[in-house]
């Protein structure tokens, strides 16, 4: 995988999952990104660019993110600009990689859009309350202000976008989201209900998602799945996509 490629991708993965408040003014060259304390994507520095002093951006960011109130924290990609000094900065103070993302693309071989209830999958352009508050007892996050004041501003991108739902009686038990973002689209947030998982509902999402995306006009599919979640990892190798790059969050004091 390219560099350029690569840096498509976490742009694309960035714009799909908007942060409340994004300063690039504070460290130039990164972008600092906060969302009231709920999700790592949303709540980290960005690399767009080598800085000169990384010691002293470190500095700068933890002030920033102290003054949210959150912990510093990075996401480091494969080829980020500088990525290696600051991790190596941030080991030395007392700082530690927390998680590993996997980054997967595939092709969009649908030849048109279909409708996707054939599969039982609705769709809706404009996220509604159902899906929401299914999204939000699927996530892990926990109900709190926070978390629903933040995910009110991080699932509606501001770019095209499709929410599929599984309903099942007066039950949604699988949602999942395409944010078309250029040429790419992003497919996040997929989730099942426990109850109704290992029946191919993850999957019927997915195909889904293909056609919603061609819909969108995109023509790559792109994914981040956390490396240890290997039930989703297996759904999409299975489906074809193919790793592009890892990136990695590390905290530090």
């Known amino acids: 995988m390219t560099a350029a490629a690569e840096h498509e991708f976490d742009a694309a993965i960035a714009e799909a999952w908007p942060a409340a408040i994004v300063d690039r003014d504070r460290v130039p060259g990164w972008e600092l990104r906060s969302t009231f304390g709920v999700t790592r994507r ?3 520095v960005r690399f767009l660019a ?3 002093d990384p010691a002293a951006a470190l500095a700068e960011a933890s002030a920033w993110f102290r003054s949210a109130g959150a912990n510093p924290t990075a996401l480091i990609s494969d080829q980020s600009p500088g990525g290696d000094a600051v991790r190596e900065i941030a080991a030395a103070d007392s700082g530690r990689e927390i998680s590993t ?3 997967l693309s595939m092709p969009i ?3 048109a859009p279909t409708d996707s209830s054939g599969t039982g999958v609705a769709r809706r352009d404009e996220l509604d309350e159902a899906w929401f ?5 699927l996530g892990g996050r926990g109900d709190t202000p926070d978390a629903r004041r933040a995910l009110a501003h991080l699932l509606r991108p501001g770019r095209p976008t499709a929410y ?4 099942l009686g007066s039950s949604v038990v699988g949602v999942a989201q395409v944010v078309a973002v250029d040429r790419l689209a992003v497919v996040q947030c997929v989730g099942v209900d426990p109850s109704y998982r290992r029946q191919g509902h993850a999957r019927r999402l997915m195909l889904a998602g293909l056609d919603a995306a061609a819909s969108l006009g995109a023509d790559a599919l792109v994914i981040a799945v956390e490396a240890d979640n290997t039930a989703a990892r297996r759904l999409y190798d299975d489906l074809g996509a193919i790793e592009s790059h890892r990136y990695r969050y590390v905290e530090w004091n």
């Not at 508050?133 to 007892?137: F, G, N, P, Q, S």
Request: hydrophobic letters at 50%; aromatic letters at 0%.
């Open 42 to 44: 949303a709540n980290s």
């Open 50 to 52: 080598t800085v000169d």
């Open 101 to 103: 993302t996997v980054v």
């Open 109 to 111: 071989v649908v030849e």
């Open 133 to 137: 508050e299914t999204h939000l007892a």
């Open 164 to 167: 599929l739902r599984i309903d």
